[in-house]
């Protein structure tokens, strides 16, 4: 089975908290959530966004929702005040890591 | 639940307190018409008119907002506040007027909320209403007072006391709850003026006043109900259908509905929007919003609960209405959450069109060339930044281009303590449209302005050290 966009399976948002950014991945499907869980992992998503330079990387889980919720500490070059980045406040990183290839099951993909 | 009687809104109960009852269940529509200072100014209008709402609440301070309302009223003592709300009162005042029960929660008082109030009454003159503001968040001028009384406000993320930047700090407030709103209504209030309170309080507030929610043990999961309400109309059209993922043409965002939270007495509620409006309210749009800024789904920390957003439901009924159930307390802390920003130097950020092949690592290079050219001039700056827009450096290093794009957008920014040699560095982008590759092009809008840094710095201070005061006007 080939590599998808994780927007395949999932939608989301991200935003600023200070210095820190979070990103919110939200599954269409129970089936699509389960594979979150157990695939994106906070190692995943550090490594993913390891260019920003987050100091670390937590997850949490919000299952009401079927979201996954990670934060990334230090990833915003200052915040939004102090950074030199356009995208000072993470807007962006969201629909960044909805386009991480990932190996999904083809029942997923053919929801 | 939509669905009214014409004339339902009219039949307040009494003064102060607008009632309204269907199928038996009292329910509060509550519309945020603005989600910060500089969202759509028509906005607040047009829900006002279309919304058949109890309470407008108009959002208005981002973190750093303050900072900026600080340094204004330091050189105008009569200023300080989101002067945009005064226009947009005034707009509403016909409707204010057609519509005797509908009240407006705003905290556009920012860091003079009497001045604010003050002004805001002027503009309702001969309507009879009445305006409240609420003040005490601010505790710049307790600052000194408050650290030797042993409150060192340390940054909460790293821990570092105050002291450390103190001789530059412009203000600090602390985030009030939704109590001293309540207070207002009790009183009377028709316009709640605030300075600095949390954000979803503005929506805790209406609600616990008409629901007779105390903060108390008792009424916390119904103060964390109204929290996750707060939260997810907070931000305005961001819950209905701004940022959603799936927005497409048929969204219609350019007609964009602001967003209802109609709460009844246990803290349920529907989120919707005004019928006919563009913009999408649904379970994605919700649960969206419901994790937006959110650190730990499970501790959503506010002053008035610590909500948890993992015991919320979310049910689509109809379009464009979603029922939100669930919102558990999972405590409540004894402090406020205080924002400080202090001077951190100077900033500026411009820009240049490169385009033709090879356009990004082009563009990359000028960014180069312009900040070797202020070395030769002497300067190095404390940080600076070059991005080539268009070939992945939103995201830097995470999202690259899979194609030569035909032109890129470069960005050079920087920062640095010398406004001297920020403003130098201003006038070093004209030269590139002779001097540097071709296909440099933009140069359009003249010099970028250098505008002064405030950094943020987060802290905690005991409930007991700060008095949240009502006073209306």
């Given at each position: 089975m080939p590599a998808v966009p994780l927007s395949t399976i999932a939608h989301g948002r991200s935003g600023d908290k200070g210095n820190h950014a979070n990103v919110a991945v939200i599954a269409y499907t129970d089936t699509g959530f389960a594979w979150l869980r157990d695939h994106l992992t906070a190692a995943a998503v550090a490594e993913y966004f390891a260019p920003l330079g987050p100091s670390r990387v937590e997850r949490f889980e919000a299952a009401n929702v079927r979201g996954l919720n990670f934060v990334l500490y230090g990833a915003l070059a200052g915040g939004a005040s102090r950074s030199l980045r356009t995208d000072t406040q993470g807007k962006t990183l969201a629909v960044a890591l909805l386009r991480m290839p990932v190996d999904v099951p083809d029942d997923l993909v053919s929801r | 639940m939509r669905n009214r009687p014409p004339g339902a809104l009219e039949s307040a109960a009494g003064p102060g307190y607008h009632q309204r009852r269907e199928a038996g269940v009292k329910t509060v529509r509550i519309g945020n018409g603005c989600g910060f200072w500089g969202d759509n100014l028509d906005a607040p209008v047009r829900l006002a008119q279309a919304g058949r709402l109890d309470y407008l609440t108009l959002e208005y301070l981002a973190e750093l907002t303050m900072s900026i309302l600080a340094v204004q009223k330091a050189k105008d003592p009569a200023a300080g506040f989101a002067t945009d709300f005064l226009d947009v009162l005034a707009r509403l005042k016909p409707i204010l007027i057609d519509k005797p029960g509908l009240k407006v929660v705003t905290n556009a008082g920012g860091m003079n909320p009497a001045g604010c109030a003050a002004k805001a009454a002027g503009v309702l003159a001969g309507t009879g209403r009445r305006v409240a503001a609420v003040s005490g968040d601010d505790l710049f001028p307790r600052l000194d007072e408050l650290l030797a009384a042993g409150h060192p406000l340390d940054h909460l993320d790293t821990g570092v006391p105050l002291a450390a930047i103190r001789d530059r700090v412009v203000s600090a407030n602390a985030y009030l709850g939704a109590e001293p709103i309540v207070r207002a209504l009790k009183l009377g209030a028709d316009v709640v003026v605030t300075g600095r309170v949390a954000d979803a309080s503005l929506t805790v507030g209406p609600a616990a006043y008409e629901f007779d929610w105390a903060f108390d043990d008792a009424h916390r999961d119904r103060l964390a109900a109204g929290t996750v309400a707060g939260h997810l109309i907070e931000c305005g059209a961001q819950v209905t259908g701004g940022l959603w993922v799936n927005a497409d043409d048929s969204t219609r965002l350019g007609e964009v509905g602001y967003p209802i939270a109609e709460v009844a007495a246990d803290g349920s509620f529907t989120i919707t929007k005004p019928d006919g409006t563009g913009g999408a309210v649904n379970e994605e749009t919700v649960a969206e919003q419901l994790l937006y800024?959110?650190?730990?789904p499970a501790r959503y920390y506010t002053p008035d609960v610590v909500a948890d957003f993992t015991t919320v439901r979310l049910r689509q009924t109809e379009r464009d209405v979603v029922a939100v159930t669930g919102g558990t307390s999972a405590g409540v802390t004894d402090s406020y959450k205080v924002s400080i920003a202090y001077r951190a130097g100077y900033t500026a950020a411009g820009t240049l069109v490169i385009a033709g092949p090879g356009a990004a690592e082009k563009a990359r290079r000028s960014g180069t060339i312009i900040l070797e050219k202020i070395r030769q001039a002497g300067i190095t700056f404390e940080a600076a930044n070059v991005e080539a827009l268009g070939a992945g450096d939103c995201v830097p290093g995470v999202v690259t281009a899979t194609a030569d794009p035909p032109e890129v957008v470069l960005r050079v920014a920087v920062r640095d303590p010398r406004k001297a040699a920020v403003e130098r560095f201003t006038k070093e982008f004209a030269p590139l449209v002779t001097s540097g590759f071709a296909g440099t092009t933009g140069y359009t809008t003249g010099r970028p302005p250098v505008r002064e840094v405030f950094a943020y710095w987060p802290a905690l201070i005991a409930k007991s050290a700060v008095t949240p005061v009502v006073e209306v006007v």
């Open positions: - | 800024e959110v650190a730990d």
